[in-house]
């Protein structure tokens, strides 16, 4: 730890009015995504087992929550106009579809799309929630203004399919407890040791990941990395023997909320990119949040304006960085300003300022409580940064 350093970690992790906690998504988001998520698994899995059951096929589908809510960066949406989303995952074993081949389009995985759709059409009537029929690889459930779901469906190899368990579980970072809403315990993990073991015991550790497959609407079958990614990120955690990886959850969460207020959907990092360069870039940092993300904070704005490879299971070849060369130029000037307006909150002595610098990077969720800052014995009193004009954001998709 550098001593002249000023002490800014309770503005991220402070109980309750942290920035932590203030960007968790809130108890009522947690219950409506939680309740239509189980009364999607509920309507789905006997109707889709009779519809098998009618082509003369015998398997019940399994059931995977995936992305954030798998990972526990959830995060709530930063401005109005923005969603939190559930991806939930439908599983069946390629043998479900005769003569399966992920090289041509399939009608079957066409007819497969066109039907899971249609009976969510008559759940969605049922829920009074809106369909969204326009998204190529999935289909969108609007339960409420700012909340969806997405529900991808996939072609699993048998042998990986019969290994998979399903995981119906919000993994949250939020308060050391468990909640009841409407007399039903809901789980938010402890947000310094539970959830993590939750994470690792509901990974494919030591499984047999295979590439598997998701239905488009064309009819295309197309090859999905979402286990091979949980696997990889839970690897990740593990790794970090001092917390679980609590700490490195953290900095990809805080990571994501900055990308949330400062860029527009379009040419935004994506989760998986900042997930990556987090994890290149992490070094543990005892009780300093504010410290372990400089680490990152240093390498961020090179990193998104280059290609970013990483060594995933049969990825090792891919650019993570999907942005245009004028995206990433225009994410490295903002990546370029939390790098330096943040070296300056750890330095400057004007707590008001600090406090003032921090939202313009990370929004008005961050405590106005300076309490909350211990300024060095050395701090610098110059001028500070001047944060860049932000332009008015558009709404984006959280994940």
């Not at 960007?23 to 995504?33: C, H, K």
């Not at 969603?83 to 939930?88: G, T």
């Not at 947000?191 to 488009?216: C, G, P, R, W």
């Not at 299971?313 to 245009?324: A, L, T, V």
Request: net charge negative.
């Amino acid at each position: 730890m550098n001593s002249s350093n000023n002490n800014i970690h309770l503005v991220f992790a402070k109980r309750e009015n942290g920035f932590r906690y203030k960007i968790r998504p809130s108890q009522t988001d947690f219950n409506d995504l939680n309740e239509a998520k189980k009364s999607v698994r509920s309507y789905l899995k006997t109707a889709i087992k009779e519809y098998l059951e009618s082509e003369g096929i015998t398997i019940s589908p399994k059931f995977r929550v995936q992305g954030s809510w798998a990972y526990g960066t959830c995060n709530a949406p930063a401005k109005p106009g923005q969603e939190i989303d559930v991806d939930y995952g439908i599983y069946l074993p390629v043998s479900a579809f005769d003569g399966f081949d992920a090289t041509t389009q399939s009608e079957q995985a066409k007819t497969y799309f066109e039907k899971i759709e249609s009976l969510l059409q008559d759940l969605c009537e049922k829920k009074n929630w809106g369909l969204d029929n326009t998204k190529p690889s999935c289909i969108r459930l609007k339960i409420k203004p700012n909340a969806h779901i997405d529900i991808p469906l996939y072609a699993v190899p048998d042998s990986m399919f019969d290994a998979l368990q399903e995981k119906h579980e919000l993994i949250c970072d939020s308060v050391s407890k468990f909640e009841s809403a409407k007399g039903i315990q809901l789980h938010w993990y402890n947000q310094d040791y539970d959830m993590n073991i939750q994470f690792a015991e509901e990974s494919l550790q030591d499984k047999d990941i295979q590439t598997i497959h998701m239905a488009k609407r064309d009819g295309c079958w197309q090859s999905s990395d979402c286990e091979i990614i949980r696997q990889w990120f839970s690897d990740k955690l593990k790794a970090q023997s001092s917390d679980n990886g609590q700490q490195l959850r953290n900095i990809c969460r805080y990571l994501k909320a900055w990308r949330d207020w400062v860029f527009d959907e379009k040419g935004a990092p994506s989760s998986i990119l900042l997930m990556i360069i987090a994890c290149k870039y992490y070094k543990y940092e005892k009780g300093r949040d504010d410290l372990a993300l400089l680490h990152i904070l240093r390498n961020l704005p090179e990193c998104l304006n280059s290609n970013v490879y990483e060594e995933i299971q049969d990825h090792e070849s891919e650019d993570f960085n999907r942005m245009s060369c004028e995206e990433r130029r225009e994410a490295k000037i903002r990546a370029d300003d939390l790098y330096k307006n943040f070296s300056v909150c750890l330095k400057h002595s004007d707590k008001t300022m600090i406090l003032s610098l921090l939202t313009k990077q990370l929004g008005d969720r961050v405590p106005k409580d300076d309490s909350l800052i211990e300024i060095s014995s050395d701090p610098f009193k110059g001028t500070p940064l001047i944060q860049t004009s932000v332009t008015p954001q558009m709404p984006l998709r959280q994940g």
